[in-house]
């Protein structure tokens, strides 16, 4: 049987559901990088963003590989998130720099340009 991580391997994009306090998913693509063999994803955003103060009410979140527009190219897997501590945020960062190389190191300008908070995001498939 294959593993449920499979699908995601190739994909540069994941779509990411997160769910309002009335149970409405709302999804959006994002950038991922994967744990090398554990089934956990690391996610950044802004700190204030909507799909961060969702996790913090309800960690269950479902992803499928999707292309950069959010169309789903995969399976949908259930998950848990969580909002990273400071030293798991490093290493999180790390794996999305060494993913996405230079278009991460001009968004983290920008964002620090911008004094945008940043928040990673760690979801484990249940």
């Known amino acids: 049987m294959p593993d449920s991580t499979d699908q995601f391997a ?27 063999g ?9 700190a204030d963003a909507g799909k961060v103060k969702r ?3 309800n960690p269950k979140v479902r992803l499928a590989p999707c292309n950069f527009r959010g169309e789903v190219r995969g399976e949908w897997t259930d998950g848990n998130a969580r909002i990273c501590d400071a030293e798991e945020s490093i ?23 911008m ?3 940043q ?8």
């Open 10 to 36: 190739t994909a540069r994009y994941l779509n990411l559901e997160t769910f309002r306090k009335s149970g409405l998913g709302v999804h959006t693509p994002v950038w991922f990088a994967q744990q090398a």
């Open 38 to 46: 554990r089934p956990l994803f690391y996610i950044y955003s802004e």
């Open 55 to 57: 996790i913090r009410n």
């Open 91 to 113: 290493r999180g960062q790390q794996l999305l720099r060494r993913k996405y190389g230079w278009q991460k190191t001009v968004g983290d300008f920008f964002s620090r340009l």
């Open 115 to 117: 004094r945008h908070q």
């Open 119 to 126: 928040a990673v995001l760690a979801v484990e498939i249940s």
